[in-house]
């Protein structure tokens, strides 16, 4: 039971935000988003989308993760980013847009970066820790 629920926390909050992107691209228009620019929109979109995903895969950030994951992450996230440009296309009012698409993909490989980077940190804080 413990091990179901550890993998409903941690797959939950990607199944609910993956909702929530397919929602608001279903908005012809979302009237908060207009006072941003839109590439810095998408980029934070699927920046938590990456974290998200590559979280869920990993069993979580604060254990190391493999490079099988990062590929993972990046090769479903960007999936899902065309995907959510081509859904984009058939909703009247919005457009699919290689810039969003673009943006997407920038969100994502800094999420990949940053994790990268923060874990890097971490195994060097613990290495230094351990030596005293």
Same mark, same amino acid.
């Given at each position: 039971?413990?091990?179901?629920?550890? &993998?409903?926390?941690?797959?939950?909050?990607?199944?609910?935000?993956?909702?929530? +992107?397919?929602?608001? &691209? &279903?908005? &012809?228009? +979302?009237?908060?988003?207009?006072?941003?620019?839109?590439?810095?929109?998408?980029?934070?979109?699927?920046?938590?989308?990456? #974290?998200?995903?590559?979280?869920?895969?990993?069993?979580?950030?604060?254990?190391?993760?493999?490079?099988?994951?990062?590929?993972?992450?990046?090769?479903?996230?960007?999936?899902?980013?065309?995907?959510?440009?081509?859904?984009?296309?058939?909703?009247?009012?919005?457009? #699919?847009?290689?810039?969003?698409?673009?943006?997407?993909?920038?969100? +994502?490989?800094?999420?990949?970066?940053?994790?990268?980077?923060?874990?890097?940190?971490?195994?060097?804080?613990?290495?230094?820790?351990?030596?005293?």
């Amino acid at each position: 039971m413990r091990r179901f629920l550890e &993998s409903l926390g941690l797959w939950l909050p990607l199944a609910f935000y993956v909702g929530l +992107i397919y929602f608001l &691209s &279903s908005q &012809s228009t +979302i009237a908060w988003a207009r006072y941003y620019p839109d590439s810095l929109l998408h980029g934070i979109e699927f920046f938590l989308l990456a #974290a998200l995903v590559l979280r869920a895969l990993n069993g979580g950030l604060l254990i190391p993760v493999p490079p099988r994951c990062y590929l993972w992450t990046f090769v479903l996230s960007s999936h899902y980013a065309l995907l959510d440009e081509i859904h984009q296309a058939l909703v009247p009012g919005r457009v #699919a847009s290689v810039l969003d698409l673009m943006a997407d993909m920038v969100g +994502i490989d800094l999420a990949l970066a940053a994790v990268f980077i923060l874990q890097r940190a971490l195994v060097s804080r613990r290495v230094s820790a351990a030596r005293g």
